[in-house]
Nanobody, 120 residues
Framework: QVQLVESGGGLVQPGGSLVLSCVASGTIFSINDMGWYRQAPGKQRELVAGITGGGTTNYADSVKGRFTISRDNAKNTVYLQMNSLKPEDTAVYYC??????????????WGQGTQVTVSS
């Protein structure tokens, strides 16, 4: 079983920055896609940014130019650099990873979520 632990959330003023981190642990053979999702109160969970094993990235239109996703394969970690934060970015942010773990079984794991609040 692969566990994901996020960190880096918190309260920030509009225009500020935060960096989220998510590290995977357990028996891991390979991690393919990594992504960050968010869920605001009363809304559905949405994809914020994704990165493939080859490094190809994609972003929600609402965060393009402000957020950057990156990964460190040696550390089984994915990051989300968030700049120029807006109140509408307020949500619980979740990381997700797809890969192959023990017994060569595929996994699709989620973190527990970290709160990001953008407010003055």
């Amino acid at each position: 079983q692969v566990q994901l632990v996020e960190s880096g959330g918190g309260l920030v003023q509009p225009g500020g920055s935060l960096v989220l981190s998510c590290v995977a642990s357990g028996t891991i053979f390979s991690i393919n896609d990594m992504g960050w999702y968010r869920q605001a109160p009363g809304k559905q969970r949405e994809l914020v940014a994704g990165i493939t094993g080859g490094g190809t990235t994609n972003y929600a239109d609402s965060v393009k130019g402000r957020f950057t996703i990156s990964r460190d394969n040696a550390k089984n970690t994915v990051y989300l650099q968030m700049n120029s934060l807006k109140p509408e970015d307020t949500a619980v942010y979740y990381c997700n990873m797809l890969g192959v773990g023990s017994m060569w079984r595929r996994f699709n794991s989620w973190g527990q979520g970290t709160q990001v609040t953008v407010s003055s």
